[in-house]
């Protein structure tokens, strides 16, 4: 791995051809850069803009390599990728975000030790094997708990929630009694999140605090600014910037936070989404370098680009039928729609999304 | 042709597919619109960012025909485009802009007759068919003069400067004895555009008036606001909604004019572009909806989306060897870098922009 940068005409491999993957391959675009795109079904949104596609299932390791020969640097629009899917690609192009990201943010045990051995506050939580450890550990951290899967959970899945001590038994089945940690409810005035950049030179640069407002699981509205104190936001952009340094981080990085606390606010970390992320959608219309564009400079060991916002925005997320009035929302004053060119408006799916843009205030 | 909006999931195709066509096809791939770019060589850039694409000459009717079955609508990055090439695209699909936008923009006596058949001014001007005609135009508009052939001219080829009455018969041979227009020069102060874009359903919407300065006959700054008048923006917008209006244009179309007349200032209309426009390209960095997502909400039916602008810019194009710095303009604050993905920086081409973009002031 060389230290100087990829200069344009580079091919940029993406694992994932989702929303995230076509988004990232349009901004690599901006920069004069091509796009070879790797996904598990031909169907891929990310393959209507990218300069190659590749068809496979990411653990066909022969795949991956073949993709991961023909590019200059892999990067991925999800977590989730299997460790020896990072191994084949990395054997043949130089992978960023690092491995290091993907093994504390795919299991959610690693990502809570991983956080509070930093120091940073997170809910109370605990290691969940049997059954066992989930009737001893419940006396510990009380109902209202969540029951989550260490490993493959989005959008509130692989989740449960327990309500009383009596139902151990059924959350336990409930997610496949798969290990899982049990994790305390939090409550809280607000969910924030901070989308961080970060290069491989080390120079760490973050996005205005967002503010996130979830529906069913899935998030519904992110708005820039957040409305919290200017040292709530320090301390939030303290903690993400740590989070990504101590990750050896390079590309975006999103750390989802809970403000508790009250009239005394507070943090704690609630996730940590080492990519480019549906909360810094915003940043498409309201920042002149976007989380898309800045995840590229950073794999490509560009200089980072401005991450400094010119409006104020609301993002909200066109969910399932909710595309349907794509009219209505393209004739909006004041509103970008990104579509994201699925053909199948399945309930819970994301298909676009808009940003609702006004001056500064 | 029906008056329903193509919904997204349509195929837009696009004839030629150079940096032009390239952000057209991300601009439609924002609104879940798929792209289609026919282009006469293979190594397009627009190739890298589209769905499909086609290789074959314009004047290849065949070709164009089967390009134009397989999309639901086409445009063109490109004012040249040969009349049966766009019949042959007719044909089989919608063609916007429409043929009248055509056969006006491509040949400037047509332009230059229908620009002041509008009662707009325009630089004196005559039709030279022979060298005669030549001699004697030379006469009534004396040098400095621009001789300029008919058709086919763009980034200052195909005309000549005509600087004394002695030159007439070397200017005739340099445009190689075409079909040509004998062009007053015009005094002016500033060169001013308003890019501007006008909905299948007649709605027209201006871009803010931009500030041109051209090099060795190229556009080398684009700038906003432009320094003029209120009331010389309004008389801009006016004649280019005129002119849009008069072609009942579908699209984006980019007037050029000359702002003359010293302490009173007067405009004159220089040319007309029936396209997304060089001069429009900080859309793309200081507006919400840029000039190439506008152009096709208007080719789609859909309603055009917001003009306004939130910040001040400057567009500097990268000629040629320019691109070479692309390392110092992407480490700039308050710089955006466009590449378009061309392999070779021969000098006088057009390989990429930068916007350099502040708060609006």
């Known amino acids: 791995m060389t230290d100087a940068p990829l200069p344009p005409g580079s091919m940029i491999g993406i694992l994932g051809g989702g929303q995230l993957g076509r988004m990232l391959s349009v901004a690599a675009s901006r920069l004069g850069l091509k796009s070879h795109v790797f996904n598990d079904t031909p169907d891929a949104p990310a393959f209507q803009v990218a300069a190659r596609t590749s068809v496979g299932d990411y653990d066909d390791l022969d795949a991956v390599a073949r993709f991961a020969e023909q590019v200059d640097v892999v990067t991925c629009e999800f977590e989730n990728v299997p460790a020896a899917t990072l191994e084949a690609a990395g054997a043949a192009a130089p992978v960023f975000p690092p491995v290091k990201s993907f093994e504390i943010a795919q299991d959610r045990l690693n990502e809570k030790d991983f956080v509070s051995g930093l120091g940073i506050p997170v809910a109370p939580y605990a290691n969940i094997e049997t059954l066992a450890d989930l009737k001893e550990s419940i006396l510990r951290i009380p109902p209202p708990a969540l029951l989550k899967t260490r490993r493959f959970g989005y959008d509130g899945k692989g989740q449960t929630r327990i309500l009383t001590l009596c139902s151990a038994e059924s959350a336990w ?22 989308v961080t950049v970060r290069g491989r ?5 973050f996005y205005d605090v967002v503010e996130n407002v979830h529906k069913d699981g899935i998030l519904d509205t992110s708005q820039v600014p957040a409305n919290v104190t200017t040292a709530l ?22 750390v989802e936070m809970f403000q508790t606390g009250g009239a005394e606010p507070a943090l704690a970390v609630n996730e940590i989404a080492p990519r480019v992320h549906n909360s810094g959608h915003w940043t498409l219309d309201a920042c002149l370098i976007s989380q898309f564009e800045n995840h590229i400079r950073a794999i490509c060991g560009w ?40 053909a199948e408006a399945r309930p819970g799916r994301k298909m676009g999304h808009i940003n609702r843009v006004s001056p500064k205030t």
Not at 201 to 205: A, E, H, I, L, S
């Open 173 to 194: 089945e409930a997610i496949g009694e798969a290990p899982a940690i049990l994790e305390g409810m939090v409550t809280f005035e607000r969910e924030i999140s901070v």
């Open 201 to 205: 030179d080390g120079t760490v640069r």
């Open 303 to 342: 200089e980072l680009g401005d991450v400094s916002r010119h409006s104020d925005a609301v993002m909200t997320n066109l969910i399932g039928s909710d595309v349907e009035d794509w009219r209505k929302y393209a004739a909006e004053p004041g509103t970008a729609v990104h579509l994201y060119g699925k």
């Open 233 to 254: 936001g320090a301390e939030a952009r303290a903690i993400a910037g740590k989070i990504a340094g101590a990750l050896g981080h390079v590309g975006v990085v999103t």
